[in-house]
């Protein structure tokens, strides 16, 4: 005979006093079908109402959730909590939040096998900031960049490029990015029309154009650094290729990359490597700002108009591996760079590193090749444990659709990340919670306030940050403030490269963007 525990039957008679299932419902060993599948997830004791919908096919749905001596009972398909509720409910010293979905067909009731939500002790960042943009290939006429309160349903649109766009010329905007998670120093781009890289500095905003004769493009990826005034950022030359015939329909390729570092006071912006034969990107900062992470594929083309052919042609054959370079942020120098992991030698490719900020783990991205996670079917999330010395691929967060984008919460606590493992196409955040062992819980879909909404928003949802606090700049002061002021031209500083003894061993100069030229005072 099938045992339950003693909060099934509270709940049996519970609903039989108002109306709802009797006790003479069916008890099924049948799960039910939940979307989003919130079964057996860690959650913060902090966040929103983890609304759902049944799925299963019948005349009548009625569900209870129960908390301690708290039990909510919710008619229909689906299952909105009201926030009010949902306080209480998470809020049970039991830790859990139990729940029993019946269903009636044909007069009768089953009470479907009952599952459980783990409340977790550890709270969450408050706010998150994404992008909402369309599928890739069907143009940016669109673009907002949206913050999110994620203990409540609370959003609103704090940047849209459509406040700027100029009728002949489009404006892309991208790659928002915030200092230690608060938002009083944050950056993201405007491409083309009104284009500049777009800054709070303490709370006073600045437009900078970080393209100078001696960078390979403008700022693209940032890397705040978490001491001092730095940003380290990748140089970039994209472009798109869409298949017709493939899981993968996009290929993201650059055609050359660097990385740089920006001096906030300086204004100035200096190469790290300067190597035209390396391909660096996805610069990442150790938790004490004393190593720069970084990927690089070693690829030796000669530069031209015939490069992007044959980095298409090649694109499986690019295989980035994970460097880490030492940084003294005192005096601004660098030492050697080393390699820290070796995916090329697995047939692999390793992307978005980020390190923890208690700084104990690195997750990245592994896929087959190539440099953009986000549009690889084969893209997993993998882990680094700087403390046990292991690394893995996170097999109790990939799913069979492409993992990327990931971002740690300022506790360390929980994993933000993209996926897009509810139907293949559409990007959707999702998070986990991680366990003094390094395990994560089964992941769980951001929560919305009308649990279908994934099924029908048709825009997808881009490399998201945590952050500890709200954006007080309007998206109207950050329009007029792009539209009355020109970007301020970054200078171009070389690089100097120092022995671990501060001697001066090799000073770099990169002549324009195309030759990749140095000159060498050895």
Known sequence: MKRYSPFFFTILLFAACSGRPDKDAVVSDESPLIFP???GI??????????FMIDNEADAYYSVLTGGDVSIGIKGRKVSVKEKDWHRLVSSPDGEINVVVHTKTKGRWTALKPFTMSVSSDSIDRFIS????????????????????????????????????HQQDGTCINCHHFSNYRTDNMQFHVRQYKGGTVMVIDG?????NLKTDGTVSAGVYPAWHPTHDFIAYSNNKTHQSIHAMSHDKIEVLDDENDIVLYDINENTVSPIENDSSEMECYPAWSADGRTLYYVSNHYEAPFGPERKAQIFEDRFKLHFNLYAKPFDPE???WGPHYLVYDAAAADSSMTWPRVSPDGRYMMTCISTHGIFPLDQIA???FLFDFKTGTARKIDEINSPYAES??????NSKWIMFSTRREDGVFTRLYFSHIDENGHFSKPFALPQEDPEFNRSFLY????????????????????????????LPAAFESKRETDLDGNLVTEYYRIDGTTGATVSNN
């Open 460 to 487: 997808a949802f881009n490399i998201a940050e945590f952050m500890v606090e709200p954006i007080e700049i309007s998206a109207h002061d950050f329009a007029d403030f792009i539209n009355s002021n020109e970007a």
């Open 204 to 208: 006073k905003l600045r437009k900078v």
């Open 405 to 410: 984008f990931h971002v740690w919460s300022s």
């Open 130 to 165: 994404y992008r909402i943009i369309p599928l890739a290939g069907e143009g940016y006429e669109t673009l907002d960049l949206v913050q999110r309160d994620i203990t409540s349903f609370d959003e609103n649109i704090y940047f849209s490029n459509t406040m700027i766009q």
């Open 379 to 381: 893209s997993d999330l």
């Open 42 to 51: 860690v959650i913060p004791c902090n966040i929103a109402p983890i609304n």
């Open 37 to 39: 599948d919130c079964r």
């Open 331 to 333: 005096t601004r120098t």
